[in-house]
Each structure stands twice: as structure tokens, then as C-alpha cells.
């Protein structure tokens, strides 16, 4: 990063602080409250801070995948529903091994199953885009839509509870199935240590292999790289996959470490919030972790919010936008000043 | 069942769409001038709270000034969101997708945030109104105009945004502006102004949209009140082939369909109802996919020539050539 | 209307695009712009129609200096362009790209401007359906639209920016006849064009540009070699180039037909045999891309077969080209051949074959070092490719070239690049001859294309000539079958 961009960012980071604080202002709140509330609501006790690292686990998986994407210049909006399907599969894997195999292995299974059904979602929203020409907007958000409606009615029809279909999900599975936590904590290390698993490889896959050189080459240029004999298409459908992959064993371990049991909307907007984390990172895989724990203690610590302040939780969700949409016009203000505007020979 | 019983439901069933028919015309407008605002699901949602907000503190001056604030200040609110979208694609040229995205999550935060201390509170709402002639048409009648004011609106709307497209010069301009915006240029247009006025006008149409909610057909306010509808409207933008006849026929659809969710459930009881509320977008999908592929263009090709022309423009799912792409106005 | 330009200048970077170009238009005359591509023409006129600001030099109308700054000022001021790309709107009607444009508020009244149209229509005896949709109407059609438009405009100066390019015969007698009219009803015409004949038939006066200045003027009729001297001048160089032909063929083309929503090429058979460099000349547009594209894998041809060195190549995968050894070097470096925001490291081991699947740095980085040694690149390994100069990034193509090289397309192999290059370049590729690489090169550069090719092919609007021996061949020659006079000097190979 040059001298110059690196100014822009502080500054937009500056500036997204004025707005927030504004924001707090007009609801007669007081700043510091709010961050004391914050930090306690995140920090204060274990098991707070155990649910800050239950929420890091699958939004660093799904950020990972998503670089992926965003490496080969694609927008992945359908990785709710990657999330979503995955938790399906897995749902599926275990309810139908659960009597017959011991339970380490329904868990490994069910995991594994979970991102291949991410993986055949993610691959399906690439086939969409890329043979289908179907906006590539409508195809994301058009299979969300789909996997909300195929888990509802799941939830709702085959797979419902003894007695009482409900909201709260299917039936919950024996607690052998269970991932084991830390202590009494909601934070499973398995989670935490498949995600950074996860976040390893990304790097890894995106520095060091040709994968990774290919699909940043795709991602810039896509026409010259195929001229210097990359299958373009190939590359940008592995990258629907490997992101569908991630987030699908993401959902596996929602269901496996925090629900037990698939509920509706399981994914509560993790995938949407990876793609935010995604759009500050940009191509630096290395920032993944730091900008998901602040995101994640974020979304923690607003929940204190409404008990000692009275104010809602979203606050979270108004600083990581704020954050997100003043990077993003910060790095077009430095684009444009850049550059020169002739008219162009032609 | 006969008409008597399906009518009714019918009539609330369009009437209810009529929040989406503007959010879908305003979002259809920005599309043909060659902008995708993404932000639609946090403008509606900000457009909600505003209008409630407003029109709830000025409740003691009467209803209608109060409602019509509440309106006023939706629109605003939709328009600045779309302001922020025009300048950061059309002048600092980051991606439509990006910018939108941000802005429809951070819509709904700041909606959620900022509504908290009116959420489950009663307050005004549109009054209804029957059309005095024109209520006793035979069907459309009951259909269509036993509803309110607002309804009513959203028919004109319709009307208006049509004749707007196409029978007017600036109407027939906005649609070059979206197809080829440097042939536009040749031929005298400031192109990047234009976008950004329609870009202004669809927000606030859809932060009409969201006041249309929490003002009339889903009154007040909740956390996440309208969630889901922005998505929807820029999926019924699409499907219905950015012609404002076709879009608001598909938001009646889509409403009816939603119905249809409650009848069929006495009906149906081994699917779930939720489902139906999902069922129409699944719909939508499965339809789109068809559409678009290369059999249907084949099987236009073949139908005689001035019957192709209007088969294609009622099936036809081509976006404007030049949606989403950046222009160099030099 | 009579227009001048006066001493216009317009620099794009480091090219000189107009050095003081002066132009007078009288009312009521047609007046040809001629020259070859890049000589300045296109930049003039967009000067005068609104689309480039000019740098210095002034605009007058009837005497009086104006100021066009926008198109928008250009139609104000009664002048109207007809693009060489049709700049229309290809979903919309006849009608209603004929109305777009048109001031006025209010509700459109179709009926009258329908009348309007038609009226014109028989005016100038065009036949146009005013349902039919622009994007099925043929160039040419594409272009009687615009005129009707532009003169429903209440232009008094057209332009007309190479307009016989990818139109009919008769399409181009009613053009023609059409301006004619025009200017007898007063109105002033440029006619900007690289082909001679047509500048003959049609104008009364003409400009003859060359690298962005005026070398000269001439009144209609004019001799042939009076006008080629002028766009070409008399740079004769001798061929340079050692002989490297052998015997063996490498590229055999036969039928070859390739259909693009621009044009049509037509060449019929052709065999390049081994170290032989086969210059490809001609108006940009004319087919030679095309041919290169398709020679290169990436573009189908929709008849014919093509063979390397033996090998049947017609419908293989864009990958097994690059495996036989043919490389593809295109002239928008940044575009169609680089990767911005990529490293020439990067570059080197997007190129490498590899068994493995992670990237040896290490090794990456030693054969970085090798490459830009052998080939002279002023740059590091990890210089941004956007970061070199024209001249490095065509060296660094070149060295991320297949090897062994059979066969080498190039599209512009020294566009853009300093004197240095080129002949550091050419060395190079000569080398490659010698070992037997075959090479098919375009250039707009005539010298170039003399000095290092040992058989030419002349490209006009598709249609391509037998390879000529460069011996046979002078400039001015060439320069009259570019002009587009084909016809005359030599029979085109054309499919039955």
C-alpha cells in the first residue's frame, strides 16, 4: 500500500467514526457508554467471550471462501444459501447415520457432507452465472431464497418435531452429537480450529499455488489471461466451489456446535457479514482474522447494548457498514484523484 | 369457491402489493437509465422507520399533515441513500454491486438502531377511501378500487411511469441512456446527470415504498419491519423485464401468491405455510431460468414478424445493454 | 455554412494526434479528409463535432470563431457526424432511434415524425421499415437512419467518418448520390476516408493527413500517385531481412472463411512455409485480426481447415494451440496480453509448466532474472506490468512466448514503441526465423511491413490478395491496393 492510499483509509476510518458517533449522539446516547457497554457486553465474562469466538469460527470460514471469490473479481451474494444448504446436508448426513454409526464419525461425516452440499450449491450459482448469463445478483440471492424455503419446509414437513411443528427448529440431536466446548461455553475449539484450518489454507492456496496466481489473473484481466492459456471458466467455477465448500462446512457447524439441530434461517446473516468482512480485506488475506474478531466482538458486545443502555443490538451492524462503505468511497475518491482525465485517442 | 369469495381476496391481495409496485417502478426507472441500486431491502426499511418516526411526533397536528410528512421524509431518506449510490458508482466508478450491498445492510442496521424507541407503538395511518363512481364497476369494482388513497396512487404511478417510457422524448431518451449511453452522449444528453436524477428518483420512490408499510398495509414499526421486500422488488424488476407493466403485474402476482399461501394452507396442510411465503421468489427463479435460455429465442425466431416483436417484449428478459457498467463522459 | 479550421492541435500524451491542421470548407462542396489510419483524421473531425477538446487553433463558422466543447454545442451549431461504428441504439425501432435526440418536451407525436422520416426516405430514396429493429438493419442501413436523422437535425455540416466501410455496393451508389444532393442544396460536407477511389468519385477538394500533419492538398480530379505520395511519402526502405524461407510448410490454411458480426473474411487457401515472415497489410478492420485470432486458436473459422506443421488443428482447444508451439502477441498490451496488477515474476510463473502445485519462488524468480536478461527489460521482477514502458511490456511478451516457437501471430508488433525497440525486436524475431519459426505480422507501418516481410498479403474489407513476393512489391503499389484499388491490380482470392 503507498503512502497516499494509506492516507485515504485512515481517513475514511476517521470519518466513518465521526458518522457513528453522530449516529450515537441522536439516540441520546453517550459514546462511552456505548463502548464500555460494548467491551463488557464482549469481554466481561467467559462465557461472553466464548460466544465472541463461537461467532468468529464460521465468519472466518465463510470470509476465507469468499476470498476466493472476490480474488477471481466475483460477487458470491448466494453464500447465505451456500451456509444453508450445507447445514441441510449434514442435517440429512446425520439423521440417517446417527443410529448406525458412532457418533466421532456421524460428526466427521456430517461435517464433510455439509461442504459438499456447499460446494454443489456454490457450483450451481457458478453454472448459473456463468452459462446461465443469469444476473449474477439473481442467482445469488434467488438460490438464498430457495434453501430458505427448502429448510423451512424441512423444518416444517418431513423432518418436524414429535407432535408440534415450530419455529424452533427439528428435533435436537443426542447430546453425543454435540461438539465438545471449552468449559460451559458456547465456543467449540473444533469450530474455532477448523476456521483457522480454513484461513490457513486460503492464504496458502492464494499465495503459494498456481491455483491462486491463476485465479488473481482471472480475477484482473480475464480476457489476457486466457490468451495466456488459463481456463478462465474453469478457474471462476472453482472458486464458486471452494467458497460454497467453505461456507457449507460452516453451516455443518452451526448445527453441529451451536444449534444441535437445524433451525430456520440458521445462516442469521453470517454469510452477509463475511461478505462485508471480504470487502474490507480485499486481497490481503492476512487482515481476515483481526477485521472477523472485531466484527464478531462487534456483534457480541451490542448485545449488552439493550440491557444496560436500552438501545438495539444493530449498533453492530451500523459500524461494520459505516466502516465498509466509507472504505469503499475513500478508495474511489483516491482512484479518481489519480487519475488524469484526458480524452482518450480512438 | 366462486368469485364472490376469491374477490376479496384478490383485492387485498393487490392492494398489499402496492408498496412493492413502488419500490419496483422506482428501482425499474433507475435500471432502464443503467443503475442497480442494491441498496433497496435497507431504503425500504429506512424509508419505514422515517416515515413512522415522523409521522408519530407530529401526530398531534393532525393526520393528514402528519402522514404527509411522514411521506415526505421517506422519500428524502430514499433519495440520499440513492445519492450515495450514484456517487459512488457513476463519479467515483466502484462497483454497483459493492456500494448497493453495503448500503442495503447498513439501511437495515441504522433502521433497527435508530426506530428502537418506536417500535410497537400505534400511530396514524392512511384512512381508506372508496372511489365513489367508480366502486360500483362490476368487477373491477370490488377488485381495485375499494381500497385507499395510496392504491389508488400506485395505479397512476403505473400509468405515469408507463406513458413517461413510451410516449415521451425524455422517456425514450431515459431507455438510450440505459441501452448505449455514448450514442446518448453523441446526440446531446449529459448522460451522468441524468442517471443521477433517476438514480434520485427511484430511491425515493422506494423510500415511498417502505412509508407505504408502516403507514398503511403493515402499520407501524418493528425491528426489521419490511424485511425481505427489498430483495424481492430487485428480483421482480428482473423477472418482469424492466417494463413497468409487466413489473407491477408481477408484484400483483407475487401478492397473490402470498394469499394464496393462507388459503392453501387449510387446503394443503401437509406443506408447511411458510413455504408459500417462499414459494413465489422459487417461482420466480424456475421461470427466469426457462426464459432465458437459448430454446425460448429460438422459438421466437420462428414465430412471424410483427408477432415476434410482441412475444419477445412480453417474454423478453434482456437487461438494458448498458445496466451496471461504468460510463466515461469525458 | 463555410467552416475553417485553423492551426488545430491536439497532443494525447506523447502523440502529436493534430500538428497545426488547417481545413476550409466552402458551403455547397463535399471535401475529403484522406490518410492513413492514425495520420489524424478521426481526432480532427471530433475536434469539430464536440467529442475532444482541441488543445489549440480555432473553429470558425462563416467567419466567426465558436467554441464547441460538447456534442451537444456541435448539434447547436448545425454539424452532425455520422460515426464509422454506428452510435445508435440497437433495441429500439427505426422510428424511435430517429426521434431520440430531438428536442422538444412533451408526449412524442409519432404520426408526425413517422411523416417526417418518410418524407426524407423518398428524398434521398432510402428504403427503410420504420418498425424494424436497429439491430437487425445492416450497416449500411444503420448509417441512411442516422443520415435521415441528422438532416431532420437541421444540420448544415455533416461528417461522414469513413463511411463506405462494411457497406453494399449499392448501399455506398446511394450514399453517394445522396451527398451529392446535399451539397447541391448548400450543405457542407467532410468526407473522411483512406480509400482513394471513393475520395475520387465523390469530393471536390482534398486534405491528405499524414502523422498528424498536413502534407498536402489537391483539387478533384487528381492523379492516383500524386494522393499515395502524399499519404504515404517516399520512404522506400530495401528489404533488410535476411532470407530465412525454407522449404518445409508449417501453416497450411484452406477454404478459410470466418464470420464475425463485423465482417466476413474470405481467403480461400494459403501455405506459409517454415522462417518465412508473412506481412499482413491493410486498413485496420479489414480481416487481418481476424485471420490472426484464428490462426492463433481463438477464433473458430465457420469453414475451412487449418493444419501446423502437419498437424490437423481445425477444431482444437485454444490450450493444444499453445502446446504446438503457437504463440499470439496482441497489440493492446494491457488488454489482450497482460495482466495489470500482476508482477512479470507473476507473469513468468503463470507461463511455467509445472507438475506441482505450489509455486517455486525461488526457481520463478532465477528464470525471472534469466528473461529479463535475455530480453532486455527495464524492469524488476516485481514490477507491476502497467509499470513498464510500451517497448518493455512487448518484450516481456515475448519472452512469456511458447517455446519452441513454431508458429508467431502478431498484431502490431511495434505500436507505440521507440527506435531502440523496434530494431531490437526485429532482431530478435529474425533470430526466431532462423530457426525456423513462422511468422504472420499486421502493421499499418508500410515500411515495416516492406522491410521485414518476404511475402505480403493485402486485407480490404475482407477480401484478402495472393501472397505477393516482396520483391514484386513497391510502396507505391502497396499503397494503391490499401487505397482499396484490389480490383485493379490483382485478381482477390475469393470462394466459390
Not at chain 1, 448445527?255 to 446473516?269: E, K, Y
Not at chain 2, 403485474?249 to 394452507?265: K, R
Not at chain 3, 502534407?215 to 487528381?222: D, L, N, Q, V
Not at chain 3, 527506435?419 to 524475431?429: A, H, K, N, R
Amino acid at each position: 500500500m503507498t503512502k497516499r492510499i494509506f492516507y485515504y483509509q485512515l481517513a475514511s476510518i476517521a470519518l466513518a467514526i465521526v458518522f457513528i458517533t453522530a449516529i450515537i449522539l441522536v439516540v441520546g446516547a453517550s459514546p462511552p457508554s456505548v463502548i464500555t457497554a460494548m467491551w463488557s457486553g464482549a469481554f466481561g465474562t467467559v462465557g461472553q467471550f466464548a460466544r465472541v469466538v463461537a461467532t468468529l469460527a464460521p465468519l472466518l470460514l465463510c470470509a476465507s471462501g469468499l476470498l476466493f471469490t472476490f480474488t477471481a473479481g466475483l460477487y458470491n451474494l448466494g453464500i447465505e444459501g451456500q451456509i444453508a444448504f450445507g447445514a441441510i446436508v449434514s442435517t440429512l448426513a446425520i439423521r440417517l447415520t446417527q443410529d448406525s454409526l458412532p457418533p466421532a464419525l456421524v460428526i466427521v461425516l456430517a461435517i464433510l457432507m455439509g461442504g459438499i452440499g456447499g460446494t454443489l450449491w456454490g457450483l450451481l450459482a457458478g453454472v448459473l452465472n456463468v452459462y446461465g448469463h443469469i444476473n449474477e445478483i439473481f442467482s445469488g440471492l434467488g438460490l438464498n431464497f430457495v434453501t430458505d424455503g427448502l429448510s423451512l419446509y424441512l423444518i416444517f414437513g418431513p423432518w418436524q418435531r414429535e407432535g408440534v411443528a415450530s419455529m424452533s427448529g427439528t428435533e435436537p440431536f443426542p447430546e453425543s452429537l454435540w461438539l465438545p466446548t471449552f468449559g460451559d461455553t458456547d465456543a467449540s475449539p473444533i469450530a474455532l480450529l477448523i476456521a483457522i484450518a480454513a484461513v490457513a489454507i486460503t492464504l496458502i492456496v492464494l499465495r503459494g499455488t498456481y491455483f491462486g496466481l491463476r485465479l488473481r489473473a482471472v480475477g484482473q484481466n480475464l480476457r489476457a489471461s486466457y490468451v495466456l492459456g488459463i481456463p478462465s471458466i474453469r478457474q471462476l467455477l472453482s472458486a464458486f466451489a471452494i467458497c460454497g465448500g467453505f461456507a457449507g462446512i460452516a453451516g455443518a457447524l452451526q448445527v453441529l456446535a451451536v444449534f444441535h439441530r437445524l433451525i430456520p434461517n440458521i445462516s442469521s446473516g453470517l454469510g452477509y457479514l463475511a461478505l462485508l468482512v471480504a470487502m474490507l480485506v480485499g486481497l490481503n488475506a492476512w487482515f481476515i482474522l483481526p477485521v472477523a474478531f472485531f466484527f464478531s466482538v462487534l456483534n457480541i458486545g451490542s448485545l449488552q447494548l439493550p440491557l444496560d443502555l436500552d438501545l438495539e443490538s444493530s449498533l453492530a451492524g451500523v459500524i461494520q457498514g459505516t466502516l465498509v462503505l466509507f472504505v469503499l468511497l475513500a478508495r474511489g475518491v483516491s482512484e479518481t484523484l489519480r487519475k488524469p482525465s484526458t480524452n482518450s485517442p480512438s | 369457491m366462486d368469485i364472490a369469495q376469491i374477490t376479496p381476496i384478490l383485492a387485498t391481495a393487490i392492494a398489499t402489493s402496492t408498496p412493492l409496485v413502488f419500490a419496483c417502478l422506482g428501482e425499474t426507472i433507475a435500471e432502464r437509465a443503467g443503475v442497480i441500486n442494491l441498496s433497496a431491502e435497507g431504503t425500504i426499511l429506512l424509508g419505514a422507520m422515517t416515515s413512522f418516526a415522523i409521522a408519530k411526533t407530529l401526530e398531534g397536528s393532525g393526520t393528514v399533515p402528519s402522514l404527509l410528512a411522514g411521506f415526505a421524509g421517506a422519500a428524502v431518506v430514499g433519495a440520499a441513500i440513492a445519492l450515495i449510490v450514484a456517487l459512488g458508482t457513476l463519479t467515483l466508478k466502484q462497483s454497483q454491486v459493492a456500494i448497493g450491498f453495503v448500503l442495503a445492510l447498513l439501511g437495515a442496521s441504522l433502521s433497527s438502531f435508530l426506530g428502537n424507541s418506536f417500535v410497537r407503538i400505534p400511530g396514524p395511518t392512511v384512512p381508506s377511501f372508496k372511489i365513489p363512481g367508480l366502486q360500483n364497476l362490476p368487477l373491477l369494482g370490488n377488485l381495485l378500487f375499494q381500497s385507499d388513497l395510496l392504491v389508488y396512487l400506485s395505479y397512476a404511478a403505473i400509468a405515469l411511469v408507463w406513458v413517461y417510457f413510451y410516449r415521451t422524448r425524455a422517456g425514450l431518451m431515459l431507455r438510450a441512456i440505459g441501452e448505449q449511453p455514448n450514442a446518448a452522449f453523441a446526440r446531446g444528453t449529459n448522460v451522468v446527470k441524468m442517471r443521477y436524477i433517476y438514480t434520485l428518483i427511484g430511491g425515493a420512490m422506494m423510500g415511498i415504498a417502505g412509508a407505504a408499510f408502516s403507514l398503511d398495509f403493515k402499520a407501524g414499526w418493528s425491528h426489521m419491519h419490511t424485511a425481505g421486500y427489498g430483495w424481492i422488488a430487485l428480483a421482480i424488476v428482473i423477472f418482469g423485464g424492466w417494463n413497468p407493466l409487466r413489473v407491477a403485474l408481477s408484484c400483483y402476482l407475487f401478492g397473490i401468491l402470498q394469499s394464496l399461501a393462507s388459503v392453501a394452507q387449510s387446503s394443503i396442510p401437509a406443506i408447511p405455510s411458510q413455504v408459500f411465503n417462499v414459494a413465489p421468489f422459487m417461482l420466480m427463479i424456475l421461470l427466469l431460468v426457462l426464459t432465458s435460455s437459448e430454446w425460448v429465442e429460438r422459438v421466437l425466431k420462428l414465430l412471424p414478424s410483427p408477432l415476434d416483436r410482441t412475444a419477445s417484449e412480453l417474454i423478453r428478459s434482456t437487461p438494458p445493454a448498458a445496466l451496471g457498467k461504468v460510463f466515461e463522459q469525458d | 455554412m463555410k467552416v475553417e479550421l485553423k492551426d488545430i492541435s491536439k497532443r494525447f500524451g506523447n502523440v502529436h494526434a493534430n500538428d497545426r491542421v488547417s481545413l476550409t470548407v466552402e458551403a455547397g462542396t463535399i471535401h475529403g479528409l484522406l490518410g492513413e489510419n492514425g495520420a489524424g483524421k478521426s481526432t480532427l473531425v471530433k475536434v469539430l463535432s464536440g467529442f475532444i477538446s482541441r488543445d489549440s487553433g480555432a473553429v470558425l463558422l462563416d467567419g466567426k470563431s465558436v467554441e464547441i466543447k460538447t456534442p451537444a454545442d456541435a448539434i447547436a451549431r448545425k454539424i452532425g457526424m455520422l460515426h464509422q461504428d454506428p452510435l445508435d441504439f440497437p433495441p429500439l425501432s427505426v422510428l424511435d432511434n430517429f426521434i431520440v435526440g430531438k428536442t422538444g418536451t412533451g408526449l412524442i407525436d409519432r404520426q408526425r415524425s413517422l411523416r417526417q422520416l418518410q418524407q426524407l426516405s423518398t428524398h434521398f430514396n432510402f428504403n427503410l421499415n420504420h418498425y424494424e429493429t436497429v439491430a437487425n438493419l445492416t450497416v449500411g442501413e444503420r448509417q441512411q437512419l442516422e443520415i435521415l436523422r441528422l438532416l431532420s437535425l437541421g444540420v448544415s455540416t455533416l461528417i461522414l467518418d469513413e463511411p463506405t466501410t462494411g457497406i453494399s455496393a449499392s448501399q455506398k451508389t446511394a450514399l453517394f448520390k445522396a451527398m451529392k444532393q446535399l451539397a447541391s442544396e448548400g450543405k457542407s460536407i467532410i468526407f473522411v476516408s483512406h480509400k482513394l477511389e471513393d475520395v475520387e468519385e465523390l469530393c471536390d477538394r482534398v486534405t491528405v493527413l499524414r502523422h498528424g500533419k498536413v502534407r498536402g492538398r489537391a483539387e478533384i480530379p487528381c492523379p492516383d500517385a500524386v494522393l499515395i505520395d502524399l499519404m504515404f511519402g517516399r520512404e522506400l526502405a530495401p528489404p533488410l531481412k535476411p532470407q530465412t524461407r525454407q522449404s518445409e510448410p508449417a501453416l497450411q490454411l484452406e477454404k478459410i472463411r470466418v464470420d464475425t458480426d463485423r465482417l466476413t473474411l474470405r481467403l480461400g487457401d494459403l501455405t506459409a512455409y517454415k522462417g518465412e515472415v508473412i506481412g499482413l497489410a491493410g486498413l485496420e478492420g479489414s480481416g487481418q485480426q481476424q485471420l490472426l485470432l484464428m490462426c492463433a486458436g481463438l477464433l473458430r473459422a465457420s469453414t475451412g481447415q487449418i493444419r501446423v506443421n502437419g498437424v490437423e488443428m481445425t477444431h482444437e482447444s485454444y490450450s493444444k494451440y499453445l502446446d504446438r508451439g503457437i504463440g499470439y502477441l496482441p497489440a493492446d498490451r494491457l488488454k489482450d496480453g497482460l495482466v495489470s496488477g500482476l508482477s512479470i515474476q507473476d507473469h513468468v510463473a503463470l507461463r511455467t509448466p509445472s507438475r506441482s502445485l505450489f509455486v517455486d519462488w525461488k526457481e520463478t524468480l532465477k528464470q525471472t532474472v534469466q528473461a529479463i536478461a535475455t530480453f532486455n527489460i527495464r524492469g524488476k521482477p516485481n514490477t507491476l506490468v502497467e509499470r513498464l514502458s510500451g517497448g518493455n511490456q512487448q518484450r516481456t511478451q515475448l519472452a512469456l512466448l511458447p517455446v519452441p516457437l513454431n508458429l508467431l501471430l502478431m498484431e502490431h508488433p511495434t505500436r507505440g514503441l521507440d527506435i531502440e525497440s523496434v530494431l531490437w525486436v526485429w532482431q530478435q524475431l529474425i533470430a526466431r526465423c532462423q530457426t525456423g519459426t513462422t511468422i504472420l505480422f499486421m502493421s499499418s507501418d508500410l515500411d515495416e511491413i516492406m522491410r521485414y516481410s518476404d511475402r505480403v498479403i493485402v486485407f480490404s474489407g475482407g477480401q484478402a490478395s495472393h501472397p505477393i513476393a516482396v520483391s514484386d512489391l513497391t510502396a507505391d503499389r502497396l499503397g494503391q491496393m490499401i487505397g482499396g484499388r484490389l480490383s485493379d491490380t490483382l485478381e482477390p482470392s475469393v470462394i466459390s
